[in-house]
């Protein structure tokens, strides 16, 4: 069950590595062996092994990074689509806007965690079988956990804007929107240093791609927020007019968020008990 390396140079070293899991030539051995083998070490330096390893966890990682953040996103929206038909109110999420989270889960995303630079720690990881399944059981309780919880508050906030006055507007649509877009971009530096312990900005300034994608997401969110109109069924929003539909927001901001809570959905409570009796 051991993986074999074969390192080797000359025409009768060509069935070792041949036949070995992997086979190292050297950058001035023979063409036989380098046909042979899997790998050319052009410096015929047994240090560039241990960086070829390096990349290559570093790379697996990245890759489970990438899909952690995707099926999180997956996960939400598809729930959030299907919940929200269910529940009666007016579909969430249009399709430009769900265009717009695609781009960044797939495009951005990818480009973004493509370019964290390797670690030399992931040498201290054990090594891996061959056979395991990409998606790990940290990786599965990450994806169910996060997704379960932005489902959970996404949820609150359809069933808050349904049930205040005015209903559903497409104010209250754009707010839905764009909390559901800052989700998923919160979402996205945890995902870029999932399997680890460091905090989600360290090394933040050495990836000049995390930071651009950055950028390119805050950017096209407010565009796309302030110019979208009915292409996008945006409005747009400034800070009164956050705060103001916000579940927390009263006139005296000293009240306690206990009884603020309390008294919004006391507040609610009677604007339903008043449409009845009418």
Known sequence: GAVVAVTGDGTNDAPALNHAQVGLSMGTGTSVAKEASDITLLDDSFNSIGTAVMWGRSLYKNIQRFIVFQLTINFVALLIVLLGSIVGTELPLTVTQMLWVNLIMDTFAALALASIPPSESVMNDKPRRSTDFIISKAMQHNIFGVGTLFLVVLMAMIYYFTNADGGMTVQRLTIFFTFFVMLQFWNLFNARVFGT????????????????????ILGGQFLIVQFGGAVFRTEPLDWHSGRKESVFYEQDIKTPFPLRALSCISFQKQNRDEKKRN
């Open 197 to 216: 312990t460091d905090s989600a900005f360290k090394g933040l300034t050495k990836s000049y791609g995390m930071e651009l994608i950055v950028l390119a």
